[in-house]
């Protein structure tokens, strides 16, 4: 782990949440927002990424599924070539679990054995994810979530607060779980699913974003 890293994509206040960890890490932070719209309090806050920044570790600062994944591509399209993940000293991480580029796993989060969670992916304050479990690239998973043992959070799936996916199951590319729900079978993408037991609502519109991590490609 680098001494220092830069937050990229912070036009949100969960910014923060990363900029908490990697202090509790004794990291140093640069935040970095081409958007123009992120908090002016942020440490080291500017608007165009400098030579000295493209080296630092750099990770996405943005909670959001869809748009954590077009973090990742366009820091790799600035010129980003130190992409590192965060977990809080707080969560709990066993030496068997798998993480990629960018991925953020935040205060409190508990996190099984022989888990893989993928580039760019959020797993959020207290949230549990179980033994074996897969969190797709850039998915999400809300503050105390609770994914099952063996289940499949496909890629930019977004479970939301509270919620829970009970063991075994596949939660679809780009699907939602609206907080609180109850899934109890495989969801399929882009559909949008609420309520104990989870139901199917009416699908999202399917969004488009480079299919791969481009730091793994290209590695």
């Known amino acids: 782990m680098p001494e220092t890293v830069a937050i990229v994509g912070v036009a949100s206040p969960y910014a923060w949440e990363i900029v908490e960890s990697a202090r509790r890490l004794g990291l140093g932070v640069t935040t970095i927002d081409n958007v123009g719209s ?3 309090t942020l440490p080291g806050l500017h608007y165009d990424p400098v030579p000295s920044d493209l080296d630092r570790g750099t990770i996405v600062g943005v909670a959001s599924a869809q748009h954590r994944f077009r973090a990742l591509h366009a820091a790799y399209s600035l010129g980003f070539s130190n992409p590192v993940w965060i977990a809080d000293p707080t969560a709990t991480m ?3 679990a798998v993480v990629g580029h960018m991925a953020f796993i935040n205060a409190g ?3 099984g054995t022989n ?7 959020n797993v959020n304050r207290l949230a549990a994810i179980g033994e074996s479990a897969v969190i797709g690239m850039g998915a999400s998973i809300g503050p105390g ?3 099952g043992a063996r289940s499949l959070i496909a890629p930019r799936a977004a479970i939301g607060a509270g919620a829970i996916v009970m063991d075994g199951l596949r939660v679809g590319e780009g699907a939602y779980i609206a907080p609180g729900s109850v899934v109890t079978e495989a969801v399929p993408d882009f559909a949008v699913v ?3 037991p989870g139901q199917r609502m009416a699908p999202q ?3 488009a974003v480079g ?4 730091y793994c490609i290209n590695a």
């Open 211 to 214: 299919a791969a991590c481009p």
């Open 115 to 121: 888990t893989r969670i993928d580039c760019a992916a």
């Open 94 to 96: 066993p030496s068997t």
């Open 109 to 111: 989060a508990v996190v």
């Open 145 to 147: 979530a609770v994914v």
């Open 205 to 207: 519109e399917p969004w």
């Open 38 to 40: 992120a908090d002016v």
């Open 194 to 196: 609420a309520g104990n």
